[in-house]
């Protein structure tokens, strides 16, 4: 049997499209060339979340940090792992724009700067090659991420791009060294010249242009790199936006490009920064505690702003409920989750 599956975006735009008892909606979606923001395919990103509004359907396993119980109990959905039984009536948390019509194919790219910018951090610049259809460009929206490859390895992993879309084909990348992780063992022994596949941008965390309400930008560690990708945009189109930024480490050796943010600070005349550390040494002059802590406080003497979350899922967690408890809507708090 075969159901109706209808999307509504953010901005009101509908897809609609059919599926069948056996199709979860991702699936489906994509068999009639329809792709909403995804990553992994297996309910553990949480990158194609959506409201089911209307309807009966089937949620199968997934992890908690992508959707909570208490978020699935309200009729969060993952587009992944969500079976019909009826026809749907499905709400997205984005744009129109963030559905794409068209996957691109992979690109070819190399390793041209690997550079430790902090304590466990490193900074990766890929050079694209040149494709025969579009050149070096690689187009896609400030805050959006990339699945990157490496197929004699068998490794592949999403990663927020730091950059703003340009004409040489160049994409940064903000990577945390993580314990016994196989990605970023293989980068500790990458060389300068070896090869990766970019798969096509992904994701709908980016700045809602729409919304006149100040932006807060909430960030644990390399979960800057969107924000990086936004504030560099803002700052190239001279978009004098009210927006504050939460940056928040461990300790003061994780503290990373804060020359960048220096600099963004004077191009936008109504960008503040609050570099937030939370087991910092006797002599730190700056914010202790984390940057959810910080939100905390600014939104008491500013009770009205679009929230944007990304980082670890407790930072991501905590900062929600701190800015729900603040009154501010759902429908204006847009979160990224590492996984």
């Known amino acids: 049997?075969?159901?109706?599956?209808?999307?509504?975006?953010?901005?009101?735009?509908?897809?609609?499209?059919?599926?069948?008892?056996?199709?979860?909606?991702?699936?489906?979606?994509?068999?009639?060339?329809?792709?909403?923001?995804?990553?992994?395919?297996?309910?553990?990103?949480?990158?194609?979340?959506?409201?089911?509004?209307?309807g009966e359907y089937q949620l199968e396993s997934h992890t908690e940090a992508a959707l909570s119980t208490e978020a699935a109990a309200r009729g969060d959905i993952l587009l992944c792992r969500t079976l019909p039984k009826t026809d749907l009536h499905i709400t997205l948390p984005y744009d129109a724009s963030a559905i794409q019509q068209t996957l691109m194919a992979p690109r070819v790219a190399e390793i041209i700067r690997l550079e430790s910018i902090a304590e466990r951090t490193l900074q990766v610049t890929l050079q694209l090659q040149d494709d025969p259809e579009t050149g070096l460009a690689f187009e896609f929206e400030p805050g959006q991420f990339v699945e990157l490859e490496v197929p004699e390895l068998n490794l592949m992993r999403a990663y927020s791009i730091a950059n703003t879309p340009n004409w040489e084909g160049r994409l940064e990348f903000l990577i945390r060294l993580q314990p016994n992780g196989k990605f970023c063992a293989f980068l500790q022994q990458a060389t300068i010249g070896q090869q990766i596949l970019v798969h096509a941008p992904s994701g709908a965390f980016v700045a809602h242009k729409q919304s006149l309400n100040p932006r807060c930008f909430v960030a644990g560690g390399t979960g800057l790199a969107p924000f990086l990708s936004i504030l560099r945009r803002m700052a190239e189109w001279g978009e004098d936006h009210p927006t504050h930024l939460f940056l928040g480490v461990n300790k003061e050796a994780e503290i990373i490009c804060q020359d960048e943010l220096n600099t963004l600070q004077q191009s936008l005349p109504q960008l503040s920064v609050e570099i937030c550390v939370w087991k910092p040494e006797t002599n730190w002059r700056g914010f202790i505690g984390t940057p959810a802590d910080a939100l905390k406080i600014h939104l008491k003497n500013n009770p009205s702003a679009d929230i944007y979350l990304c980082g670890p899922p407790i930072l991501v967690e905590t900062a929600e409920d701190i800015a729900l408890k603040a009154n501010i809507p759902a429908d204006q708090i847009f979160c990224e989750r590492f996984m």
């Open 1 to 54: 049997m075969s159901y109706k599956i209808t999307l509504t975006t953010h901005d009101q735009q509908q897809f609609s499209f059919a599926c069948t008892e056996q199709q979860n909606v991702q699936d489906a979606a994509e068999a009639a060339h329809i792709y909403p923001p995804f990553g992994c395919k297996s309910g553990s990103c949480g990158a194609c979340l959506g409201t089911c509004n209307t």
